[in-house]
């Protein structure tokens, strides 16, 4: 590959084209190391130039985004310093309300043409520090669904059946993730290619999920096993008389 190739190649995977390229690292070299409210609020009206999103984004300093044309953000979107959106080309929608919090990574660079790449989250969703999604073959997050940190969501694999070839050289295959409405996360989870989770589950901290997981379940383990379900009293008897607390976001979400 020469040198004009290799060029072309990493501008396709910055920016929508070239004058794009140029105006969104105009703003994010001038703003995005901005901190305070004072940068937050600079950025929140000129990123709307270069991405789409209703009403101010919130975006704290250095975060790196990348074709930032196909980055789409409901309000009161808040993404936390440090935090790396990769949006080429299948687009990142984020739902109003959503929070990304230090060292997420949404990352759909998708240099094979996959025809089902991006990753679309719902409203009122909570991403803790350094989750990592990876959107190649498409994640669909529904609404209130909430991790804890370093959660990796990889929706791509690689085959690797022939022993006589580097496994970089057989390719990928990628089916997609989907998690719907009001899961839980725990720290550490892994969610690997070809995954549904069902509407209100519960999956423990540092399980494996390689099986589709059915609605209100509760998992546990390496591979995720279902150990309860959230409807069966018994199986959330023992945080009955557990002291339930609530904050200041709770009620700005309302």
């Known amino acids: 590959m020469g040198l004009l190739q290799e060029l072309r190649y990493y501008l396709k995977g910055q920016s929508t084209s070239i004058p794009?390229?140029?105006v969104e690292q105009t703003l994010m070299?001038?703003?995005g190391g901005l901190p305070s409210l004072?940068?937050?609020g600079l950025r929140g009206i000129a990123y709307k130039a270069i991405l789409k999103a209703q009403g101010v984004p919130l975006i704290?300093?250095?975060?790196?985004?990348?074709s930032p044309a196909n980055i789409r953000l409901g309000e009161?979107?808040?993404i936390d310093a440090g935090c790396y959106l990769n949006a080429l080309p299948g687009g990142i929608s984020i739902g109003a309300g959503t929070s990304l919090m230090h060292g997420t990574i949404f990352h759909v660079?998708?240099?094979?043409?996959?025809p089902h790449a991006g990753i679309t989250v719902g409203k009122n969703c909570f991403f803790g520090e350094y989750t990592c999604?990876?959107?190649q073959g498409g994640v669909k997050i529904g609404d209130g669904v909430y991790t804890g940190t370093q959660v990796q969501i990889a929706a791509v694999n690689h085959v690797f059946a022939d022993p006589n070839q580097f496994i970089k050289d057989q390719g990928i295959t990628a089916d997609g993730i989907t998690i719907e409405d009001d899961?839980?996360?725990g720290s550490g989870v892994t969610i690997v290619d070809g995954v549904t989770i069902g509407k209100g589950t519960i999956v423990g901290a540092g399980a494996v999920v390689s099986k589709n997981i059915p609605p209100y379940s509760i998992a546990v383990g390496v591979p995720a096993r279902v150990i309860g379900d959230r409807r069966d009293p018994e199986a959330v008897k023992r945080f009955s008389n557990a002291q339930v607390f609530f904050g200041e976001l709770e009620e700005l979400r309302k």
Do not use: A, P, S
């Not at 660079?109 to 996959?114: Q, S, T, V």
């Open 60 to 66: 704290e300093h250095n975060v790196r985004l990348l």
């Open 38 to 40: 004072v940068g937050i």
């Open 133 to 135: 999604i990876r959107g």
């Open 183 to 185: 899961v839980w996360l």
């Open 109 to 114: 660079f998708n240099y094979r043409d996959l």
């Open 29 to 31: 070299t001038l703003l």
């Open 76 to 78: 009161k979107v808040y």
């Open 20 to 22: 794009r390229y140029v």
